[in-house]
């Protein structure tokens, strides 16, 4: 059965700050994707990451993905109080396509 | 509309009572999923739905839930007999194809069973 745990659970970080939320996986997977909630909202997508070594970046958000590791990390550069909110990742494998989500970080940036 | 659309934005219903919860994919996807999000499991799949293939239906968590998708378009999610622990966002998800496209979620149907 795939588990996906996410660490921290929980993360309060200063405006301007570095910080990364890491996404381990249990088996072998071929698609890992991020999402961002805010409070009493949807997911929205931030990232489908798909291949051993790839790296996507938005803004202030970048995301990797290690295969081997089965492990993605979700970085976060100069935090911006907008970035407060929930981040979940989720994986999937094709052939399969149920997604299977991590219990979330909860991120809230502090001026 | 431009996203995933769901309805009701809210119910409160009485337990026992059935429940229908619907949801307009984006035009044109021919994957739609549900899932359930509550505050002691997390994010949980349900179903999913894949253009004229059977449905995955490996998440629902009983036989009091079932799902139907008309059309390849509109999907009811139906909750038969609620109970407490029925209650949940009920969330609905589109997407282009199955595979390695963007999974875009609708706002979510919240349900309270009381």
């Known amino acids: 059965e795939l588990k996906v745990e996410q660490n921290p659970l929980f993360l309060s970080m200063q405006e301007g700050k570095n910080y990364t939320i890491y996404c381990n996986y249990s088996t072998t997977s071929d698609r890992l994707y991020w999402y961002r909630q805010d409070p009493g909202k949807s997911l929205e997508s931030l990232f489908v990451?798909?291949?051993?070594?790839a790296v996507k970046q938005e803004g202030r958000l970048m995301a990797s993905l290690d295969t081997k590791a089965r492990l993605s990390t979700l970085h976060i550069t100069a935090a911006v109080h907008d970035l407060s909110a929930t981040y979940f990742c989720?994986?999937?494998?094709?052939?399969?396509?149920?997604?299977?989500f991590g219990t979330g970080t909860r991120l809230t940036i502090i001026p | 509309g431009a996203g995933v659309s769901q309805s009701p934005s809210n119910k409160v219903t009485e337990k026992g009572k059935d429940v229908e919860l619907r949801c307009d994919p984006i035009s044109g996807h021919t994957a739609l999923y549900w899932y359930r999000q509550s505050l002691g499991q997390g994010l949980e799949f349900l179903i999913y739905?894949?253009?004229?293939?059977?449905?995955?239906k490996s998440g629902l968590p009983s036989d009091r839930f079932s799902a139907e998708r008309t059309g390849g378009s509109v999907s009811t999610l139906t909750i038969q007999r609620t109970q407490q622990e029925d209650s949940a966002v009920y969330l609905c998800?589109?997407?282009?194809?199955?595979?390695?496209?963007?999974?875009?979620f609708g706002e979510g149907s919240w349900l309270t069973v009381v």
């Open positions: 989720a994986v999937a494998n094709f052939g399969n396509e149920k997604l299977t």
């Open positions: 739905f894949q253009g004229n293939s059977a449905p995955d």
């Open positions: 998800a589109s997407s282009l194809e199955e595979g390695a496209y963007t999974i875009y």
């Open positions: 990451l798909l291949s051993n070594g």
